[in-house]
C-alpha cells in the first residue's frame, strides 16, 4: 500500500497549531512571525512526519521560483568552489536553490546562459563574471533583475556588490617585499577589462609614485587571462624586458604558478632569484613548491554576503544598491625572500 503523503494539515494537527502557522514557520521568509518556541516545534514534527515543503506549490502562490541563477568564469580556478558554498549554503537555509554555470570566461557563453536562466525564471543572480564595461549587467538592471556581483565591479553601473579590498591586498604585499629588502619590483596583471585586473594594476602603479621602489613600466606586464597559462607567458615577457627585478607581484595565485614555470624555464629559482607573490589563497597554496605567499581573501564568506545580499534585493526590490567589501590578509610562507644580491 501507497504511504501516504503529510501536508500542513497533517503537521497543524500534530502541532496543535493552525495550518496558517505551519505556513508560516516552514517559509523562511515569514518564520519570525511565529514565536522561536513555537517554530522549533513545529519544524520537528514536520521532520518527524516527513513533510517535505513543495517549492513549486509555494511558487505558485507567490509568484517566485526560488531558485538563483550563479554564473562563475572558470570552475576550475580553486578560489570559485569555496565562494560557491557559501552562496550555496546560505540560498538554502532560505528555501532557495542555486542553479550553477560556468561561462569559461566567455561572453557570448555568459549571454546564452543568461538567457537559459531567465527562461526558467530565476528569481535573481549572482553574477562573478562581470567586466568593466559589461551588457549583461545593464540587461539586468533593464529588466528590473536582482543581481549582485561578487569579487568583480563594473564601470557607471548602481548595482550591489560583493569585493575584496584589492588595494590594501596589493599595499600588504609590497609592504612584505619591501621590508624584505626588495626595491626592484615587477608587476603581473589580469585581464585590463576586468575590475581585478584593473584596479590590482593601479594599486601597484599607485605605490610607485608614492615612491614606495623602484618603478618601471616594462616591469609591467598585464596577462590576457587569470590562469597558469596566461602568468607562463607573462612572466616570460617581464623577464625578456627586464631581467633585473628581485620579486614580482602577481594579481592571482594562478598567474603566481605560471611564474613558477617560466622561472624554472629560464634557470631561475624562487625565492633564490626573484620573490613571488600571489592573490587569493587558492586551495592548496600551501603545498606548492614553495609554498606561496600570498593574500587571503575571505572566499566563504564573499559567497554568504552575495547570498544575503541578493536575498534582501528579493524582498525589497525598491533596496538602495550597496558594497560590501571585504579586507584580505597577507600569508606569509616560502616563495618570498630576501633578495640574493
Do not use: W
Not at 581585478?196 to 618603478?215: C, D, I, V
Not at 628581485?246 to 605560471?258: E, F, K, P, R, Y
Amino acid at each position: 500500500m501507497a504511504k501516504t503523503k503529510v501536508n500542513i494539515k497533517d503537521v497543524a494537527a500534530a502541532a496543535n497549531v493552525h495550518p496558517s502557522t505551519v505556513s508560516r514557520v516552514l517559509n523562511p521568509a515569514t518564520r519570525s512571525m511565529v514565536s522561536a518556541d513555537v517554530a522549533t516545534r513545529v519544524q520537528q514534527i514536520a521532520a518527524e512526519l516527513g513533510y517535505a515543503r513543495s517549492s513549486l506549490a509555494s511558487g505558485l502562490r507567490t509568484g517566485r521560483s526560488y531558485t538563483i541563477g550563479v554564473i562563475i568564469p572558470d570552475l576550475s580556478n580553486p578560489v570559485f568552489p569555496p565562494v560557491v558554498r557559501g552562496i550555496e549554503r546560505t540560498l538554502s537555509a532560505e528555501g532557495y536553490i542555486a542553479l550553477l554555470a560556468d561561462s569559461d570566461n566567455n561572453p557570448k557563453s555568459e549571454q546564452a546562459i543568461f538567457d537559459a536562466l531567465k527562461a526558467r525564471h530565476i528569481d535573481g543572480l549572482i553574477l562573478a563574471t562581470a567586466h568593466t564595461d559589461d551588457s549583461l549587467v545593464s540587461e539586468c538592471i533593464e529588466d528590473h533583475m536582482p543581481l549582485v556581483l561578487v569579487n568583480r565591479t563594473t564601470d557607471d553601473q548602481d548595482v550591489t556588490e560583493v569585493i575584496n579590498n584589492d588595494e590594501l591586498g596589493i599595499q600588504l604585499a609590497m609592504s612584505h617585499l619591501q621590508d624584505l629588502s626588495h626595491t626592484r619590483i615587477a608587476f603581473l596583471g589580469g585581464p585590463e577589462n576586468t575590475s581585478t585586473g584593473m584596479g590590482r594594476r593601479q594599486a601597484f602603479e599607485q605605490q610607485g609614485k608614492l615612491g614606495k621602489f623602484e618603478y618601471r613600466p616594462e616591469r609591467v606586464f598585464s596577462c590576457a587571462a587569470f590562469t597558469e597559462d596566461a602568468g607562463r607567458t607573462g612572466m616570460q615577457a617581464l623577464l625578456a624586458a627586464d631581467h633585473s627585478f628581485t620579486a614580482v607581484v602577481a594579481a592571482n595565485d594562478l598567474l603566481a604558478l605560471g611564474c613558477y614555470d617560466a622561472l624554472a624555464e629560464h634557470g631561475l629559482s624562487c625565492p633564490h632569484d626573484v620573490s613571488v607573490t600571489g592573490f587569493n589563497d587558492m586551495p592548496f597554496s600551501d603545498r606548492m613548491s614553495p609554498p606561496l605567499t600570498t593574500l587571503h581573501i575571505q572566499h566563504d564568506e564573499l559567497g554568504v554576503q552575495a547570498a544575503l545580499m541578493l536575498l534582501a534585493e528579493i524582498r525589497d526590490p525598491g533596496m538602495v544598491p550597496n558594497t560590501i567589501t571585504l579586507d584580505p590578509h597577507l600569508v606569509v610562507r616560502g616563495s618570498t625572500a630576501a633578495p640574493s644580491d
